[in-house]
């Protein structure tokens, strides 16, 4: 009896020529492996005797990897419980409804097997992003506004908690400051959110594959992540900070 599985994963990726590496091993290593097949931005395919060589390409801008394709088979592919063959095709770009697509078919403890250890290796390139970045765009941006109205609700209510619990509040002038600091801190905030949400798919880009050129793109974008995110934990400290002063000052 045969079963054939499909499956579309919509997660972010981050591959490198490592984790082909560990797919190839997965399908049953270089001797099953019939296809492995790399789409490039200038339309170009270019087919790879093996794994090794994935590693090698240039991935420059204008001819940068748009997807990744790797079948495998055994010599003579038949269904057969006795032999557990399968076939299976992997399939990893950059498509808002699946960044990975995987087809699996043979005898039915050979898929179900499989198609586990391929949910497994989708989830080791998945970087902690992963679900951000294939989010639906107006489900992003509908977050982004929670997470902020959240936010000001919180310091607001803080604020005026402080402010009215005995023997908190005191008589002071520097409470203006208090304030400029809240609102300039709920506005960085805001000004970081619209930020993230223009160009989130440069700081939380769905597939980034992590050879030639591609590396440093990555690292570069990896930075530009990492300023976003420590400017993001400073504004909603000096929110808070600000907003504790304020109620001590006020």
Same mark, same amino acid.
């Not at 991935?59 to 495998?72: D, F, Q």
């Not at 032999?83 to 950059?94: D, H, I, K, M, W």
């Given at each position: 009896?045969?079963? #054939?599985?499909?499956?579309?994963?919509?997660?972010?990726?981050?591959?490198?020529?490592?984790?082909?590496?560990?797919? %190839?091993?997965?399908?049953?290593?270089?001797?099953?492996?019939?296809?492995?097949? $790399?789409?490039?931005?200038?339309?170009?395919?270019?087919?790879?005797?093996?794994?090794?060589?994935?590693?090698? @390409?240039?991935?420059?801008?204008?001819?940068?990897?748009?997807?990744? #394709?790797?079948?495998?088979?055994?010599?003579?592919?038949?269904?057969?419980?006795?032999?557990?063959?399968?076939?299976?095709? /992997?399939?990893?770009?950059?498509?808002?409804?699946?960044?990975?697509?995987?087809?699996?078919?043979? +005898?039915?403890?050979? $898929?179900?097997?499989?198609?586990?250890?391929?949910?497994?290796?989708?989830?080791? !390139?998945?970087?902690?992003?992963?679900?951000?970045?294939?989010? +639906?765009?107006? /489900?992003?941006?509908?977050?982004? !506004?929670? *997470?902020?109205?959240?936010?000001?609700?919180?310091?607001?209510?803080?604020?005026?908690? @402080?402010?009215?619990?005995?023997?908190?509040?005191? +008589?002071?002038? #520097?409470?203006?400051?208090?304030?400029?600091?809240?609102?300039?801190?709920?506005?960085?905030? *805001?000004?970081?959110? #619209?930020? *993230?949400?223009?160009?989130?798919?440069?700081? *939380?880009?769905? %597939?980034?594959?992590? $050879?030639?050129?591609?590396?440093?793109?990555?690292?570069?974008?990896?930075?530009?992540?990492?300023?976003?995110?420590?400017?993001?934990?400073?504004? !909603?400290?000096?929110?808070?900070?600000?907003? $504790?002063?304020?109620?001590?000052?006020?």
């Amino acid at each position: 009896m045969s079963t #054939t599985r499909s499956k579309d994963c919509r997660v972010g990726v981050r591959l490198k020529p490592w984790d082909l590496q560990r797919l %190839v091993q997965i399908l049953g290593g270089d001797e099953m492996v019939t296809g492995l097949s $790399v789409e490039l931005s200038d339309g170009c395919t270019v087919t790879l005797e093996d794994a090794s060589e994935f590693g090698d @390409l240039d991935n420059v801008k204008g001819r940068s990897i748009n997807a990744l #394709t790797v079948e495998s088979a055994p010599a003579n592919f038949q269904f057969s419980e006795q032999s557990r063959s399968r076939l299976a095709v /992997v399939t990893v770009r950059p498509s808002p409804s699946a960044t990975v697509r995987y087809h699996v078919s043979g +005898d039915e403890r050979a $898929v179900i097997s499989l198609s586990a250890e391929l949910d497994e290796w989708v989830n080791a !390139i998945s970087p902690w992003y992963g679900r951000l970045a294939a989010a +639906d765009s107006a /489900v992003f941006a509908f977050a982004s !506004i929670v *997470l902020l109205g959240a936010m000001i609700a919180g310091t607001a209510g803080l604020y005026l908690w @402080l402010g009215g619990q005995p023997g908190v509040a005191a +008589d002071g002038g #520097t409470g203006w400051v208090a304030r400029y600091a809240v609102s300039g801190a709920l506005l960085g905030l *805001l000004a970081l959110g #619209t930020l *993230l949400n223009i160009r989130r798919r440069h700081l *939380l880009p769905l %597939v980034m594959f992590l $050879v030639g050129k591609g590396a440093d793109r990555s690292r570069r974008c990896d930075q530009h992540r990492k300023v976003l995110l420590q400017s993001g934990a400073l504004m !909603i400290g000096l929110a808070l900070c600000g907003s $504790v002063l304020g109620a001590l000052v006020s």
